[in-house]
């Protein structure tokens, strides 16, 4: 059976010009203090073949939302998160909603085997150890696009709570 796209909603993702600034700014304005910061270069698949993706990645959980700052920083995919930023200028713009798999690995398998058609196309998706994503490149109907995504409890029990 076909899983719900808009169930188990769990992250809003912004991408951001500068990661510091933007933490920052969330302290402030809704304090939100302690994160998980990743470094990630990473290869990617997308539509044009395997691209390489460099990114800076802060996660944090508020109550039972799960914010993703990402800045990023190179590869030959980076456009997918700055086609939202401004030429110029710091920024934080919002580029995904996220949409939890939970879980054993064979929930995402299952899932996977239902996208990447011409009515749920994939942009991006990667498999970086005990975590697995996917955008949706739903811009047409939405405004932004949904990344699905399976990762480990482990994984899920490192990001701060706020």
């Known amino acids: 059976m076909f899983p719900r796209l808009f169930g188990n909603f769990f992250q809003h993702g912004y ?9 920052a700014v969330f302290e402030k304005q809704y304090g939100v203090s302690q994160y998980l910061d ?38 030959s995919a980076a456009d997918l998160y700055r086609q939202v930023l401004p030429a110029t200028g710091f920024a934080i713009a ?44 739903t811009r047409k109907t939405t405004g932004h696009y949904s990344e699905y995504l399976w990762m480990s409890q482990d994984v899920n029990a490192m990001v701060p709570r706020n």
Do not use: C
């Open 15 to 23: 991408v951001t010009s500068d990661m510091a600034e933007a933490k």
């Open 38 to 75: 990743i470094d990630n270069a990473l290869e990617v698949h997308t539509p044009a073949g395997l691209q390489t993706l460099d990114l800076k990645i802060s996660l944090a959980y508020v109550d039972n939302l799960q914010v993703e700052l990402i800045q990023p920083v190179g590869g």
């Open 94 to 137: 919002i580029h995904h909603m996220g949409f939890l798999i939970e879980g054993p690995e064979e929930n995402w398998h299952a899932f996977r085997s239902h996208i990447g058609n011409e009515s749920y196309p994939i942009a991006i998706e990667a498999e970086v150890g005990p975590v697995r994503f996917a955008y949706i490149d």
